[in-house]
Structures are given as structure tokens and as C-alpha cells.
């Protein structure tokens, strides 16, 4: 692992890829941020060595560099996930990269199921803690002390201070902002009725399929975690009700231009 990185981020390097200050994954809810980026340089997903590349419809893959103000940002247009069938270790690749082109501080978007009844369909939730239920560990085998320790604290997986930060913004832009635990399944099912209902009992107000190990493994290199979710349905007891992937896309879109614009406010200042 540590050699395929060390070969991508020079490859990015020679490639204009220098030393961002942010390393944003464009997950759902995202996706306007690309309008917002002074884009410098862009790169298919398949020309980079090492790369996976994305397999789910509505998730481009694309590496895309550029500066929002006077801020240098590294996008990753398209993630992978665990469900795709890659391992937990490659799921996390990208981020290794960041890490070692110089990025310190990490942004990351998702789509989820609100299971906290408070929440609304399109709603936003800054994510305050994790719980992770994957079944695989992207730190599982042998450790490599140059990316990080084998133990890794996760008191503080999601900064609080880029938290308040957040809230700030979004109070001062009049929009509504949760904050809440994101529990992480492995997918590809949406939650069956019971299984919403045990993701609340055990204590989170939202559910996904990806964000954990990408945080757990920037915690493990160091580097400090700002995450957010859109709501896309709820699975919240007596409305449980059907969900297809249009509709979360369509949900998630809904939030597109606002969550893009708090993103790209908090990146600026
Ligand atoms: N469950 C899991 N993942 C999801 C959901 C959900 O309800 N919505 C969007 N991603």
C-alpha cells in the first residue's frame, strides 16, 4: 500500500496536484461544489495509477484540483465503496493520497436515512460522531507505522472547532443545520423497517454506506475531519416507507446549492 501511494502522489505531483490545503469527497449533496472551484486540473479516475474506479451510476470518477478563494482544494468527484466490492483498504486509497500530496484537513458528504424523527427529507446534519458497524476495518493486518499509529484515538474523529465553525455559517446564511451520529452499514439494501429501528436504538439519527472508514483512516494519517449528511428518506417508526436510489439522488440534489455553498464559505474563511 505504502508503495502504490507514494507512486500516485508523485504522479499527481508532476501532474500539477500541489500541496492542497483541503481534500473534499464530493459525496452526495456535494456535487455543486465542482461549479464553485476555480478548476486547475482535472484527471480521470482510470489515468491514475493505482486508482479504483467508481462503479455506481451518478458517481463519476474524476480528481479534480483547484482553489476556492484563496484556498488550493483537492475533489474527489466519486468515491468507492465497500459494497462495489472493493476491499475496505482500497476504499480508503484516495485518502491516503491526499494525505501524503500534503492535505491536513478532510471534507466529506454523504447521503443518508434519518432515523431521528425531527429530521425532514432534504434536511442537513453536521456529523458530530460515528458508529461503525462495516464489516471489515480499513486498519485490520499488519500496521505501517508511516501512515500511523496501530492504535488510533477517535475521540475527536470530527473536529469540533471546524463544527462550530459550520454552525456559525449556516446560522448566518438562515439555514437549518442538525447535528448527529452517522452509523455506517455496509449496503447495498437499504434498511428493512426493524433495521432503521435498531440503528436508532443503538444511538444514531442517520445511516449510510460509506464516510466511516474514509474518516478512520484520516484519523489514522493525522489529519482532521469535517463530515456532513443529507437526509435523503427516513426510516423513522410508522413512516418507513419505500426508497429507491433516484429518489435519494433526487433528495440529495435538492440540498446540492446550499450545503456547496456552506462548504465553500467555511473553505474560504
Ligand atoms: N440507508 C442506507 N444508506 C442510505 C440511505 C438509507 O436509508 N439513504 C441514503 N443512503
Redesign the pocket.
Known amino acids: 500500500m505504502w508503495n502504490k501511494v507514494q507512486e500516485t502522489v508523485s504522479y499527481l505531483k508532476e501532474n500539477g496536484f500541489t500541496t492542497p490545503d483541503y481534500g473534499i469527497i464530493l459525496g452526495?449533496g456535494l456535487g455543486k461544489l465542482v461549479d464553485i472551484i476555480d478548476i486547475e486540473k482535472k484527471i480521470d479516475y482510470k489515468d491514475i495509477p493505482n486508482f479504483p474506479v467508481s462503479t455506481v451510476a451518478g458517481h463519476s470518477g474524476k480528481l479534480i484540483f483547484g482553489t476556492i478563494g484563496a484556498k488550493k482544494v483537492i475533489c474527489l468527484q466519486g468515491r468507492f465503496h465497500y459494497y462495489e466490492g472493493w476491499s475496505i483498504q482500497q476504499t480508503v486509497f484516495p485518502v491516503r493520497v491526499m494525505k501524503f500530496l500534503g492535505v491536513q484537513n478532510l471534507i466529506v458528504s454523504?447521503?443518508?436515512?434519518g432515523v431521528n424523527a425531527n429530521f425532514s427529507v432534504g434536511d442537513i446534519m453536521l456529523i458530530t460522531d460515528h458508529i461503525n458497524m462495516m464489516p471489515e476495518h480499513p486498519l485490520h493486518g499488519k500496521n505501517d507505522e508511516r501512515f500511523g499509529p496501530r492504535f488510533v484515538d477517535m475521540h475527536d474523529a470530527y473536529d469540533k472547532s471546524m463544527l462550530a465553525k459550520m454552525e456559525k455559517i449556516a446560522a448566518a446564511e438562515n439555514v437549518k443545520v442538525h447535528k448527529g451520529v452517522y452509523m455506517a452499514?455496509q449496503?447495498p439494501t437499504?434498511?428493512t423497517p426493524a433495521e432503521?429501528g435498531m440503528v436508532r436504538a443503538l444511538g444514531a439519527d442517520c445511516?449510510?454506506?460509506s464516510t466511516v472508514p474514509e474518516v478512520i483512516a484520516a484519523k489514522h494519517m493525522g489529519m482532521t475531519c469535517f463530515g456532513v449528511s443529507v437526509i435523503?428518506?427516513l426510516?423513522v417508526e410508522g413512516i418507513v416507507e419505500a426508497?429507491s436510489h433516484e429518489e435519494?439522488q433526487k433528495a440529495a440534489k435538492s440540498a446540492e446549492k446550499i450545503l456547496s455553498k456552506l462548504v465553500a464559505k467555511f473553505i474560504v474563511e
Do not use: I, K, R
Open positions: 452526495s454523504n447521503a443518508s436515512g452499514l449496503g437499504f434498511e432503521y445511516v449510510g454506506m435523503t428518506d426510516g426508497v435519494v
